[in-house]
């Protein structure tokens, strides 16, 4: 049994490792886009209108992204305190 747990542990800890490689780097290419579309959109009083659609599409997603966000946040947080019990 504590093979396979160390298995999952390990594997757990590859993909997570992994994975924040690759969101860090997914995190500075959306910020960048992010910066040039804040100077971009304050430069002009308005939106241009043939953009519009598109920024209520990011709205929408970055909207859904938070409400995703804050349920995984749970998922971790749920499972830390679980293992701060099992030290």
């Not at 804040?38 to 043939?50: F, R, T």
């Not at 830390?80 to 030290?87: D, G, I, V």
């Given at each position: ?36 579309i ?23 997603s ?17 499972f ?8």
């Open positions: 049994m504590k093979p396979k747990l160390r298995k999952l542990v390990q594997d757990l800890n590859i993909l997570l490792r992994n994975n924040n490689n690759g969101t860090l780097d997914k995190e500075k290419k959306v910020l960048k886009i992010a910066e040039e804040k100077a971009s959109l304050q430069i002009n009083d308005e939106s241009p209108i043939d953009i519009k659609e598109d920024l209520q599409l990011l709205r929408d970055i909207k859904k992204l938070e409400s995703k966000m804050v349920k995984d946040q749970q998922i971790f947080d749920d830390l305190n679980f293992l701060e019990q099992k030290k």
